[in-house]
């Protein structure tokens, strides 16, 4: 079964400092990969995507992910942190296929930046 | 991407008693989706809604607790039923837009929170 897993459930950095968000996947063949960002009483937005077209993926607001097969790994990073990033983060899978839109969601990072 | 409504957005209920939810997109879409988020949990597939055709329920999931309408291709609802403080929840419904390949982007509404005394 295809699965991911967050490595931190928080995360708390300091304005302007680089943000890590861990991310492992299990999946037995090319997965397809999203970063969600869920915000305060608010909806989940959609960060960015693997769609196999590049390894790094660039998203909105600044945040990247680079996709390791070989680590398995789709880390989410952005270089310089913003108060307006604190939310929680969700790592995503799409199996497709039979279950196409059926997405699995990591547990969550919640990430809080200090001033 | 796709413009989703739901009603109520939220609500506070009686132990046994049942909660309509309603989802509209702003353009018609084949599948639909239902999720539940627990209170300090990750999101978890409900059911899959098409248009004509009885929804599709996940594991732990089933008809009689969470009965679902796909009445037309922009308007879906779920309904609570009997309803008990562990179905306290975020739900929230979305769509997929694409081509039909599994990097489809998936769209979500602003999700109902629902507590339940």
């Known amino acids: 079964a295809q699965s991911v897993t967050q490595l931190d459930s928080h995360v708390s950095v300091s304005e302007g400092t680089p943000v890590l968000l861990r991310c492992n996947y299990s999946s037995s063949y090319s997965p397809s990969l999203f970063w969600y960002v869920q915000h305060p009483n608010k909806g989940l937005q959609l960060l960015l995507k693997y769609t196999s077209a590049a390894t790094l993926v660039k998203g909105i607001n600044g945040f990247e992910a680079e996709f390791k097969k070989s680590e398995t790994s789709f880390h989410l990073t952005k270089p310089s942190a913003h108060m307006s990033d604190a939310a929680e983060y969700f790592c995503v899978h799409n199996a497709g296929g039979t279950s196409y839109g059926k997405l699995t969601f990591g547990q969550g990072t919640i990430l809080t930046v200090h001033p | 991407s796709a413009v989703i409504s739901q009603k109520p957005s939220r609500d506070i209920c009686q132990r046994g008693t049942s909660l309509t939810i309603q989802c509209q997109v702003d353009s018609q879409v084949t599948m639909m989706f239902w999720y539940r988020q627990q209170p300090g949990q990750s999101l978890t597939l409900i059911a899959t809604?098409?248009?004509?055709?009885?929804?599709?329920?996940e594991s732990g999931f089933v008809i009689d607790k969470f009965p679902i309408s796909r009445p037309n291709l922009t308007f879906s609802t779920l309904t609570v039923s009997n309803m008990s403080p562990e179905d306290s929840s975020i739900y929230l419904c979305?769509?997929?837009?694409?081509?039909?390949?599994?990097?489809?982007?998936?769209?979500f509404g602003p999700g109902t929170r629902l507590t339940v005394l």
């Open positions: 809604a098409n248009q004509g055709s009885e929804a599709t329920y």
């Open positions: 979305s769509v997929v837009r694409g081509g039909g390949v599994s990097t489809d982007t998936q769209y």
